[in-house]
């Protein structure tokens, strides 16, 4: 029955894919992952017939098997739609945030997120409502993640507390705190994608945070790489953010002369 369903939204996936949508896809993510052509609100509508008009007698472990095997599939769309339908199982109450965890992290350490498109996608639609589910202790089980080895799942230590971070702490007592430490923890790491998730996120919460991450970023300057502190000061004053450049430009030339 799984890979009946998987092999039938393939066909409807393929059905509205345009070439032109495939390349451009596959050249905006370097070739890194395999389009079919379809761009995401298509891929939203056709996921929702697909559960609608296929899977509507489905019982909610079949669904959950459904979608960690989707995320396992090659093409970027499939993964998009395996995250959907997770979302969907856990909003159903049909995935628990421990075993829920467990199976992600297994999707990543398996190779099967590649990119910060997925990687965003699973944190977002995935990994937030298990945190919402399991509160500040699958929090910090998310954010233990910072010390796999695993790059993609490293950017999801940060870039899972996004949304949280935007509404501040009121969305989870603690988060301040669990951010800034995350972020300190992930900062040292010299790869691109994980130093931009740290700006992320702290770009979001300093809208609700703004001394504590202001002093967390002087206190880290050298640690980021110039997009990494783009991002977290991008909604701050422009002044500020030409003198905490300047000044990072200084450290880490200073670092390197060392």
Not at 23 to 33: E, N, R, T
Not at 143 to 152: F, G, L, T, Y
């Amino acid at each position: 029955m799984i890979q009946h369903a998987i092999e039938r939204l393939a066909v409807r996936l393929d059905a509205g894919a345009d070439p032109e949508v495939r390349a451009g896809a596959d050249a905006y993510l370097k070739h890194v992952i395999p389009h079919r052509g379809v761009k995401r609100p298509g891929v939203t509508a056709v996921v929702r017939q697909w559960l609608a008009e296929d899977l509507h007698e489905a019982e909610p472990s079949q669904l959950r098997e459904i979608g960690f095997a989707l995320l396992r599939q090659p093409y970027s769309e499939d993964k998009y739609a395996g995250a959907m339908v997770l979302e969907r199982v856990i909003a159903a109450g049909a995935l628990g945030w421990r075993e829920g965890l467990d199976l992600l992290a297994d999707v990543f350490d398996d190779g099967c997120v590649q990119e910060w498109a997925t990687c965003d996608t699973v944190c977002g639609r995935v990994c937030a409502p298990l945190i919402t589910q399991g509160g500040m202790e699958c929090a910090r089980a998310v954010a233990s993640w910072r010390d796999a080895s695993n790059v993609w799942r490293k950017r999801a230590a940060a870039v899972s507390f996004v949304g949280f971070a935007r509404k501040g702490e009121s969305s989870l007592p603690g988060l301040t705190a669990l951010v800034l430490q995350t972020a300190g923890a992930l900062l040292p790491s010299p790869e691109r994608f994980i130093n931009l998730g740290v700006g992320w996120v702290l770009r979001e919460l300093g809208n609700n945070e703004p001394d504590a991450v202001l002093a967390f970023v002087e206190s880290r300057l050298a640690d980021f790489n110039a997009e990494g502190l783009r991002y977290a000061l991008e909604k701050r004053d422009p002044a500020l953010r030409k003198e905490l450049s300047a000044k990072r430009t200084a450290l880490t030339r200073r670092r390197r002369s060392t």
